[in-house]
């Protein structure tokens, strides 16, 4: 199994961006693309010479609902026939440290919800779940965050899009782990140091590999692109300031915290800028 990981080397208001393989407490810098034969430059890099970024950068954050059997239960509602799930943008990225932002149009709950992620690793679409294996490029960690008073705030029309396609709440990360076997694992989440989610991967309806291979017969998934496998019990509301944890072992944990005030500015840098490429501060997000 190795770790993937995205992140920013440099000060002074230029930085580069580069990826590369976590090893012995540095990274084994890579070049290329991640997801098409990169290549080892030789180089290691201190870990604490970087500035992580989101493991990958998706086109879009494909979210599921109602995927596990606990859930399901508690909920009263019967597991779907085929993955129920919505769409966060691009936009909506955020990586491992950055600060959630309290949107500046809302002021009501914003709740947590700690999930396994996949990530696809090659163009995929109309797979069988048999060979769903070849497009997944490894595994992550997920808070899909969301605006929840707004979900229903229109009783004509669910908002989940709008709930929960904001800046910043599509959270990911630490690193993408590869060759990472989901079944005995848990996803633990925890808000301010307390555990709040301890929930089993096996509980899934949907497993990953059932997942890549209907979705991608609902829609072409890119390289870089992330399922957010759903979550189970324990989903709760965070208060402005507060910091959520999402750890699976085998993976890390992904920690963010949610802003003070809404004015409060983003910790990650380039997270839409290729590895390897140089910018300056005015490219940040």
Known sequence: MSLWIRYTTGRDGQYRAGFGVLENGGIAEYEGDMFDAPRATGRVIAFDDVTPLSPCVPSRIVALWNNFHALSAKLGKALPKHPLFLIKPSTSLAGPGDIVQRPASYEGKIVYEGELGI???????????????????????????????????????????RAKGYDTFGCIGPAIATEFDWRNTHVVTTLDGVERQNYP??????????????????????PGDVIACGTSLGVGSMRDGATVAVSIEGIGTLTNRLSDAKAEPRVQSLVNTPAGSLATADDAR
Do not use: H
Not at 126 to 145: I, L, M, Q, R, W
Not at 201 to 222: G, Y
């Open 119 to 161: 990530v696809i690793g090659k163009r995929c679409s109309n797979v069988s779940v048999e060979d769903a294996a070849n497009y997944v490029f490894g595994y992550t960690c997920v808070n899909d965050v969301t605006a929840a008073d707004l979900l229903f705030e229109d009783a004509n029309f669910a908002q989940w899009c």
């Open 201 to 222: 991967l096996a509980d899934m309806a949907f497993p990953p590999l059932e997942q890549v291979s209907r979705i991608s017969r609902d829609m072409t998934l890119l």
